[in-house]
């Protein structure tokens, strides 16, 4: 019983923090929040976030990590697209997400393992469940002869997130250069990646 009590607490201290630092996100964004913010509002020492965050982006992990679950999971509960602008219609809730701070993408990969030896299991996961999910999707629109089927629908897939990544990070480098979002960067790539060959 005595465990118990000190594990209940450690939850609910995890929790507040969360839910304080969702309410910075929420409204001043994810670049601007400070540890130093998240404990005044939690009522905790800096060390105490730390003991159950490895740092600030940790946190920021675990925050974008959970939103990108929540929006896969609404994307999963849709119809296959019909076309590759159905697609990218499909796609453009998450790029919008992304595109909105550049601390959103450089945590999602950082944490992906994909740039670096640190990992958070749920962002790994959004990244595995978004392939799953690209795969089912086009191996639908392949056996209605919507796109290319000369290759296997993981293939493409994999194309997709890399081609996710790449429009990212244009968008990001070119500092919003020109009023096009994501989405509509990313329309060529796909109409080319997955155009049915001649």
Same mark, same amino acid.
């Given at each position: ?27 001043? $964004? ?12 939690? $009522?905790?020492?800096? $060390? ?7 740092? @600030? ?7 974008? $990590? ?79 002869? @919507? ?36 989405? @509509? ?14």
């Amino acid at each position: 019983m005595k465990t118990r009590a000190p594990q209940k607490r450690r939850l609910q201290t995890r929790a507040r923090l969360l839910s304080e630092a969702e309410k910075i996100v929420t409204t001043q $964004g994810y670049s601007a929040l400070r540890v130093e913010d998240v404990v005044a509002q939690a $009522g905790v020492a800096k $060390g105490t976030l730390f003991s159950h965050f490895k740092d @600030k982006d940790g946190l920021l992990a675990v925050l974008i $990590g959970a939103r990108v679950m929540e929006d896969l999971e609404k994307m999963e509960t849709l119809p296959p697209p019909t076309s590759v602008d159905d697609l990218i219609q499909k796609l453009e809730p998450c790029l919008s997400f992304v595109a909105q701070d550049r601390v959103i993408f450089d945590v999602l990969l950082r944490y992906s393992g994909s740039t670096g030896s640190e990992v958070n299991e749920v962002v790994t996961e959004s990244f595995v469940r978004q392939i799953t999910l690209f795969a089912r999707w086009l191996g639908q629109m392949q056996q209605v002869q @919507k796109i290319r089927n000369d290759a296997p629908a993981e293939v493409l897939a994999e194309g997709i997130q890399a081609f996710l990544n790449h429009v990212l990070a244009l968008w990001f480098c070119a500092e919003h250069a020109n009023d096009d979002s994501p989405a @509509k960067a990313l329309a060529p790539l796909l109409q080319v990646w997955l155009k049915p060959p001649a």
